[in-house]
């Protein structure tokens, strides 16, 4: 069982930078690829980084691709989600979520994710 809980959103305007935080309860951290995802007002839940358990491996949606970094530090449990360049279109509430299971590869997949935390959101003024 993983719990998350995220920090570090709020309203910043358009090409300012914000980093989102989410620690993780329970002692298999570091077995979990991790994800964050948003969802804006209207819209489908979306990918936006992932991470493999090492830390090695990273992916990106291409939406935020070269203005996100997505990073981990396992003895903290804690992964981060440093965000540049921020546009209107990231506003959103942003999850971070945990993959179950011995999986390694840092999929976009939100169905292949099973704990989410409750989001923080993220509101980017033009």
């Known amino acids: 069982q993983v719990q998350l809980v995220e920090s570090g959103g709020g309203l910043v305007q358009a090409g300012g930078s914000l980093r989102l935080s989410c620690v993780a309860s329970g002692r298999t951290f570091s077995r979990n690829v991790m994800g964050w995802f948003r969802q804006a007002p209207g819209r489908e839940r979306e990918f936006v980084a992932a991470?493999?358990?090492?830390?090695?491996?990273?992916n990106y949606a291409d939406s935020v691709k070269g203005r996100a970094l997505i990073s981990r530090d396992n003895a903290k449990n804690t992964i981060s989600l440093q965000m540049n360049s921020l546009k209107p279109e990231d506003t959103a509430l942003y999850y971070c979520?945990?993959?179950?299971?011995?999986?390694?590869?840092?999929?976009?997949?939100?169905?292949?994710?099973?704990?989410w935390g409750q989001g923080t959101v993220v509101s980017v003024s033009s």
């Open positions: 991470i493999d358990r090492s830390g090695t491996t990273t």
């Open positions: 979520s945990a993959r179950a299971g011995s999986f390694n590869s840092p999929t976009a997949d939100p169905g292949q994710y099973r704990y």
